[in-house]
């Protein structure tokens, strides 16, 4: 599409006005990135894609459709290529514990030391949950131990932030999500695969009781253990 009609797809998707007008810039921007080639490839799906998201994240938090990204942290007035899609990753994450029963679904604001993104609670419990955005399309598809080893580190630091916030309220639960692809804009991977690498990923980390590995990918998701 040429420019002209992904400014047009931007002006009637029905998103926050703040959120329209960051993205008429970004895609100015000559910065390479996966979600701006599919905003200038494919904008209506990316775009309802984004709109849902961010409306049913708004349903969990209880807040107008317009705030919900500023929660997460984002800078309206940073154009990098990965930062958009860091703050839906942590939507996507919200998302994904509504669905599961969670309530109570917090962001937890930044502070000097790297602690949690989110708090939610299920069944009278605390969990502290760390989010990581990953920038490979492909991390997640095809379930194997070579995927399992390159993912384990990042899942290694996440939950021990994850756990620093639970232990400073006396409470054993903690995961991180790994998220790929939150906006949709690529197929997501077979739900099977989701489901072993996370359960190879746990094994590798000597898997810790009461701790979780949460993977999601293009709106599939997978959990191991089960909450």
Do not use: W
């Not at 679904?105 to 030391?113: A, Y």
């Not at 390159?150 to 899942?155: A, G």
């Amino acid at each position: 599409m040429n420019r002209k009609e992904v400014l047009a797809a931007i002006a009637a998707a029905g998103l926050p006005p703040e959120l329209a007008a960051y993205l008429e810039k970004f895609i100015a921007q000559g910065t390479a990135s996966e979600l701006r080639k599919v905003l200038k490839t494919d904008p209506g799906r990316l775009l309802g894609n984004i709109k849902a998201l961010l409306d049913s994240s708004a349903a969990a938090l209880a807040l107008p459709a317009g705030e919900i990204l500023a929660i997460t942290g984002f800078d309206y007035n940073n154009f990098a290529p990965d930062r958009l899609e860091a703050a839906l990753a942590e939507l996507r994450a919200v998302n994904i514990l509504a669905r599961r029963g969670f309530t109570e679904i917090r962001f937890l604001p930044d502070g000097q030391r790297k602690e949690a993104d989110i708090s939610a609670i299920l069944a009278g419990e605390k969990y502290f949950f760390e989010v990581r955005c990953i920038k490979d399309r492909d991390a997640f598809s095809g379930a194997d131990e070579r995927k399992a080893r390159r993912l384990k580190e990042v899942c290694r630091k996440k939950l021990a932030q994850a756990r620093a916030s639970g232990r400073r309220e006396a409470s054993a639960r903690a995961g991180v999500f790994l998220v790929s692809n939150p906006a949709g804009s690529a197929p997501p991977p077979r739900k099977k695969d989701l489901q072993v690498l996370a359960s190879r990923l746990h094994a590798a980390l000597g898997a810790p009781e009461r701790e979780h590995i949460c993977l999601s990918a293009g709106g599939a998701a997978a959990v191991f253990p089960p909450f």
